[in-house]
């Protein structure tokens, strides 16, 4: 009994010696810690250069109101050119990308849609698409980006298993999310509910470890900040449950609505809309930028751009925000995503939930105008994405306001009941499957 039991340790010690001693686990490690550190520097010099072009395109329509009219529309039509061009794949959000390349194996298809290169021509087209007013994010970008950044670390090195190469491409992606909003736990929480497929007991310590080394590069870089800044809303559910409900039906009602107007623009359209767009898609381009325009023009300009300032404005109570902001940028972001230009929905979506619990804090008694446009915001982002857990996490990290997370929890999952009555299909993953290996001939 002995003899076997010493058998038995000294095993456990030579395969323990293994694996503290071998080279190509230790190189793998370290290769890993550099991607994911990579990824958190992108995306924060990303969230940087989208903040200076969304600046910039509003200190040109200060100067010059009807910019927009001459920059949209050109600037679609360019964008949309280059996509088609060069970087094929890396059109519309970058998330149903990546759920793609999780979900085949196809080696040449991921090394297509996780390409360095398509990953440089998002960075650039996200950031021209802002610069000439579209109502698009960087958040959906990123993911694609930290994808293709993590993936590629399999070519530097022999990962084992098909499960660890997944792994790197939710890891990325995760790690983009935590980055893109300094909230690590929202990129955990998206890459179970998201990608829940391929999140695995192998795999979640390789996605945590990503989004904590990103989270510490964005703290480094950035400093420990809100995305929105704090706020210091509550809302007593005894009293406040009306604003509960009205949000979370308003939210889900208009966000499963979004969702399948995205659905239908990613499909082939009816009519001649349709037929336009297939045979002259950089004049269809164009067209989506000219409504853009004037869809701005109606808003003061507000509703171009990430919708960022707007959302912070809203929740401060600052500045002169339109009663109609919510419902025209809802507009704008559904025809800037038609256009086929490269753009996330996080920020835009948010921006339009802001606007909706703005427009019922005018008609809900008993509750704090403040407390109504935050759960706007999460009514109307689970609603678009039929995410409910990510919604409200992803607000509570970006306001860091914990007296919210009851009535927060609550409106999401209305948002999310109501929105699959609209939307039965979730939108990322039925966008996804628009992505997929060609088969050969």
């Known amino acids: 009994m002995q003899t076997r039991s010493l058998r038995v340790g000294q095993r456990i010690l030579r395969r323990s010696r293994h694996v503290w001693l071998s080279r190509s686990l230790w190189n793998r490690r370290l290769i890993f810690l550099v991607g994911a550190i990579a990824v958190g520097t992108v995306a924060v010099l990303f969230a940087l250069g989208a903040t200076l072009a969304n600046a910039a395109v509003h200190d040109l329509l200060d100067a010059w109101p009807w910019a927009a009219f001459v920059i949209a529309p050109a600037g679609f039509a360019t964008i949309g050119w280059l996509g088609r061009r060069f970087f094929a794949g890396a059109e519309g959000s970058g998330i149903p990308q990546t759920i793609a390349a999780l979900a085949y194996r196809d080696v040449a ?243 339009v939930g802001a606007g909706l619990g703005y427009n019922l804090s005018a008609v809900i008694p008993l509750a704090p105008p403040a407390a109504v446009v935050i759960l706007g915001m999460v009514g109307y982002f689970s609603g678009a994405v039929q995410a409910p857990i990510t919604a409200f996490v992803i607000v509570l990290e970006m306001t860091r306001d914990s007296d919210m997370a009851l009535p927060l929890m609550a409106v999401s999952l209305v948002a999310y009941g109501v929105s699959r009555l609209v939307c039965p299909r979730p939108l990322y993953k039925t966008l996804a499957k628009a992505f997929r290996p060609v088969a050969p001939a």
């Open 109 to 351: 298809f991921r090394d297509h849609l996780l390409s360095i290169r398509i990953a440089i021509g998002k960075v650039l087209m996200t950031l021209g698409g802002l610069l000439c007013g579209a109502s698009i994010g960087r958040e959906g970008p990123t993911v694609q980006v930290g994808a293709a950044l993590m993936y590629a670390l399999s070519r530097y090195t022999a990962f084992p298993h098909e499960t660890m190469r997944r792994g790197l491409i939710l890891a990325g992606g995760a790690a983009g999310v935590a980055a893109a909003f300094n909230a690590p736990l929202a990129g955990v929480v998206f890459a179970i509910e998201e990608m829940s497929r391929s999140f695995s007991q192998r795999t979640s310590g390789i996605v945590i470890t990503a989004v904590v080394c990103a989270g510490i590069v964005s703290l480094a870089l950035l400093g420990d900040y809100a995305y929105f800044g704090h706020t210091r809303a509550t809302l007593d559910l005894r009293t406040g449950w009306p604003a509960v409900v009205a949000c979370g039906a308003l939210g889900g009602l208009l966000g499963g609505l979004f969702a399948r107007l995205l659905i239908g623009s990613a499909a082939h359209l009816p009519g001649r809309i349709g037929a336009l767009r297939k045979d002259h898609p950089y004049l269809f381009a164009a067209l989506c930028g000219l409504a853009v325009a004037a869809l701005g023009a109606f808003s003061n300009n507000t509703v171009l751009g990430t919708g960022y300032a707007e959302t912070r404005a809203i929740l401060g109570g600052t500045g002169a925000i339109p009663q109609s902001f919510g419902i025209l940028k809802l507009l704008a972001t559904v025809v800037s995503y038609a256009s086929g230009i490269p753009g996330g929905i996080f920020a835009p979506s948010l921006a």
